[in-house]
C-alpha cells in the first residue's frame, strides 16, 4: 500500500506516524509545501518572542529523524498541485528546483490545513506587514524584529495569533495596537466576558481598537500604517495580519471532492472525503460540533491530531470514528489564561437554544493559601434538559484545570446539577473543598429548583428607576462608597433582617452584591419575608467590568488612548 | 423548628449555612468543642510552616460573624456528652465552667468528625509529641516550635497530615524522620507509584523509616525517642503522631445509632441514621465506594461539605441525595504533587476486580514551550467492561488538573478509550495536542485492540536469563550505559530494523526504553515482523524508581542512612 500525506503538520504527521505503527510495509510519503515538517506551530509566536530560544524546539521532527524511525519518505518544499481520483496520481512540484512530477496512490490524506486570511485589501505586499503559519514566517519576524528593534507595532485581528504575537512582543517592549472589527477580543469568549481580557491588556498599556475594521495597510518608508474604516491611519513599525484562517481547500475544489458551506472539506466519521480513498483531516475539514451537531471548522491542533489518528485507522484497514469537537481551547496572553469549551451565549442564540447562564468568581484555590486568584466563570446550560451548553474561564492560576473538567462533564453528557457531585481533588494550594465547578452544580440546582431567581446585567439599565421596584447593594458601605449600579441603595447583608420593615412590601427586589454570594444570601432572607426578589448573577465586579469597557471605549475614540 | 448541630468544621458549618438559607426561621445550634468554628483544617500544617501567617486565616467564620451573618448560635467549648432520641435532648457541657445543660431539638445532625488515632502505646502523654486536629493542637505546636526551635522531628504515619507537616517542617529547617508501618507513604498510591515520592523526599534530606511499625515513644529531658519495633530508638526533639484518623462514634453508640463494620456511623443517602430525625456527616459517617459500592470511610473535607449540603436539604423538608465518594485527593509535598482518583491497585485486588493498567510519564505541557514537568501516571480500568476503576498521578504542574479530569471521565462513567476523545483545551503553556488524559485512552484501545502486549516491573525478575527469550532496551546507548534491567541487550530503535535478522526467531520478545513509547513502537515492528512481543510498561524510569527504592531501603538499614 502507498500512502500519500499532503500536509507535514499536525493532523498529517500524526497519520504518518500512526500508519507505520499500524502498517510495516506501507509507503509512506508526506508532501510539505513548506521546509518543515511535524512542527510546532503553535508554538511559533513564542520563537518571536525569544521565550522558545532553540529554533530546532520548533521541528519536533526532521525529515531524516522522522525517515529513521518511521522510514517515512517526507519530502519538503513539494508542493502538490492537482489530484486525479481516477487514476489515484497526484501532481508534485518540487519547489527548490521546479521539477514537476507525477506520484501514484492507493491511499491519500489531505491535511493541508487553513492558511491566514487575506482578504483584498489594499498594501498587503508591504514588507513591514507580515502573517504567521510556518516556521519560515516565524523566522522572517524574528528576524525583522531583530534587525529593525520596532518600538510600535499594529496588529489586525483578535484571535488566538494575534493575542500571543501581542503578548510576545509587549514582552520585548513593543507598543501594541489591536484592531479588531467587532466590539470584542477573542470570539469564543461573550463580550461581557471579554471585557477581563480588555481591561488586563489597557492596563498592560495596550491599544485596543474595538469595533475598528482594517481597510487596508500603506506602507511610507520606514513605517507601515493600518488604515481603518473612516479614512484614520494608525502607523507603527511593524503590522500583522491575523483576522482568521481560511481552509486550504484549492486541492480539494480541483479534485472534486465536495466542500461544506463554509468552505472546508466534506468528511464523514472515518474522515473519508466523497471521493474514495481520499481521507482528510485538520483545519481543512468541517467535522460535526458536539453540542449542537452543526458541521463546523474547528482550527485547533487537538481535534487535527485525533482526526489524524482515526484517519490512519481507517487508511490501514480498521474502522476508527471521530465524534466530533467541542471547540475546547485556552490561552495565555499576558499571564491572564482566557478559556473557552462549547457554545458561548452568540453561539446558543444563533444554534435556537433555549439557555439559562451562571456566572461566578471563586478563588483558584482555598482562599486562606497564599496565592489564590479570582477567576471569572461563566456557564451555559440548556433550559429543561440541563444539558451543558458550554463554559467560558478568563483568570490565572487554575483556569485551564476546570475548563478541562467542564469540557470532560459536558462531553460525558453530565447535566449541570451533576457538577454539585463531582468528587474533585481538594488541598489547600489546589482547590477549594466546594471547588469552582461543584459550585456551578450548586448554583444551578438552586436556579432549578427555584431556591433563587437572577437577572443580568443587560436587564440593569431597563429596570424602573421610579419606585416600582426595589434596587439594593447587599454589599458594605466601603464597598458601595467605591461605586455601584445606578439607584441601587446600600443595605450590608448582615443588616438586612434588622431591615425589613423599611423594604416596600409588595414590590420585587433586585439585588446586587460583589460576586454574587452575599446578592444569594440576601434573596433568601427576603424571599421566606414574602418579597419576589432577583440575585444579580456575577455581582458588581462583573456589572462594572462590562460598564468600564463600554465607557473606555467610548471616551477613547476621540484621542486613541483608551487606558481609563 | 430547631435544630442541633454537633460540630461545626466542614460538613456541620456548611449544613447551619444551607439550613438558614433555605428556613429563616429555624433555630440553629452549633455545638463545637473546640474553641473555633469553621475553620481551616486543611490548612493548619500550612500555619505551623508559616506558609499561612495570619491565624485568623484560619477561622472561616466566628461564632459572631456566623450569627450576624446567619443567625446561628454557635457555641465554641460546649460538648454534647449523650444523646436522648427517644426525648430528643442532648446534654450539653460546657467546658469553660463546667456546667451541663440538656437542650431538646427536632433535627440533629452529628459531625463529630475523627480524631488523630491513638493505640495504646507507652509514651503518648509526652509534652513533646503532638497531634494534629483542631486550632489548638495547631497553636501548641507553633509556639513549642517557636519556644524551642527544634532541629529533628519523627514523624510517625506516612499520610496526608504527616507529609503536610513534613513538608512545613523541612521548610522551617526542622530534620524529618517519618516512620511508616507499611513499605511505602500514602495509601492513596500503589507502592511504584510512591517510590517517586519517596526519592524525593530523600534528595529533600528526609530520612524514611518504611517497614517500620512505631512502638511507642519515650521522654528524656528534652528528647524525644520513636520507638520502633525491634527496640531501636530514634531520638528526635520534637514528634507527631499522625498514623490515621478513626471516625468519632462514641455519642452515636450511646444514642443507640447503627455503625458499620469500620466504626463509622452507617446512613443513608438521605445521610439520615438508624434513629429518626438524627443525621450524620463528615469523616464520622461510612458512604459507599462510588466505584466498588461498599461502604468506607472517607476523611476528606470535599465529601463532608456535600454531605452537609445534602443532609441540610433533607432537614429542611427536601429530598436531596448524597450518593458517595471515589476518594479523589491532592497533596502537596516539597514542591512534588501526589494525587489519586478511585482505587490503586491494592484496593482492585480488595475488591475482587480484574483490571488493566497503564503507566505513562507525559510531561505537564507542550516539550517545546519552557517548564514543562514529566509526571508519572498510572490509570486502571477493569478488563472486559473497560470500566476506570482509579488513577493515581505523582508529578509537579497539571497534575491536579489530570486527575480532576480522570476522576469527572470515571464518574460519568466514561470507558477507558473514551479519554481519547475528550476534546481538551490545549496551548503550549497548559497542555499538549494530545494530552496526557487522551494518551491514556491511546494506550487502552492499543491494549484492547491487540495492538500491543505489555508487561510490568513485577515481572521483570521472573524472566528466563536462559536465552528462551529475548530481552531488548531499545533506548540509545547512553541511556543504555546509565543504567538497565539485568539481561536486556541494547538495539536502539532507530537501528531496529537494520538488526531484525539477528533477533531469535520464534521466541517472545521483551522491550524496553525510557519510558514506553520507543519500545511500543520497537514491538510494533517486532510484531509486524512475526516476533510475540511485550512492551514494559512505564518504562526504565518507572523500573528504575522500584529497583533503587528498594535497594536504598535494604542497604540503609543497618546504618540508618537512606539516602543513595
Redesign the interface.
Known sequence: MKVIIIGGV?GGATAAARI??????AEIVILERSGFVSY?N??LP?YIGG??TDPE??T?QTPQGFW??F?VDVRVRHEATAIDPAGKQVTVKNLETGEVTVEGYDKLLLAPGAAPTRPPLPGLDSPRLFSLRTVEDTFRIRSFVERNRPKTAVLAGGG?ISLEMAENLAEMGVEVTILQRIPQLMNPLDYDMATFLHSHLRRKGMHLRLNTAVAGFRQEGETISALVEGGEAIPADLAILAIGVTPENALAKQAGLALGSRGGIVVNQRMETSVPDIYAVGDAVEIPH?VTGENTLIS???????QG?VAADNICGGDSR??G????????VCEL?V???GLNEKAAQAAGLSYEKIVLSPLSH?????GGKLMTMKVLYEKGSQRLLGAQIVGHEGV??R???L???M????PVT?L????????????S???P??LVG?MAENLEQG?VKQFHWEDVAGLPRDGSVTLLDARTPGEYSGGCAEGFVNVP??EL?DHLGEIAPGKPVYVMCQSGLRSY?AC??LA??GYDCYNFSGGYRFYESVLLDRWTRQNAYPCGVERP
Chains 1, 2 share one sequence.
Not at 411 to 414: F, I, V, Y
Open positions: 499536525a507505520r505503527r499500524l502498517d510495516e510495509k510546532a503553535c508554538g513564542y521565550v522558545i524546539e520548533l519536533l529513521n524511525r522510514r488566538f458536539l485547533l491542533a487537538g481535534p487535527a491530531n485525533k489518528r471521530y465524534l469537537a467541542q471547540g475546547s481551547s485556552v490561552v495565555k489564561t478559556a473557552a469549551t482555598a482562599g486562606y493559601y497564599p485551564d484545570k475548563i478541562d473538567v469540557a470532560t462533564a462531553q460525558a453528557g453530565l451533576a454539585k457531585d463531582l468528587d474533585l481533588a481538594y488541598a489547600p494550594p489546589y482547590a473543598a466546594k471547588d465547578v461543584n450548586f431556591v447583608l448582615d433582617r444570601l433568601r432572607i421566606q419575608d
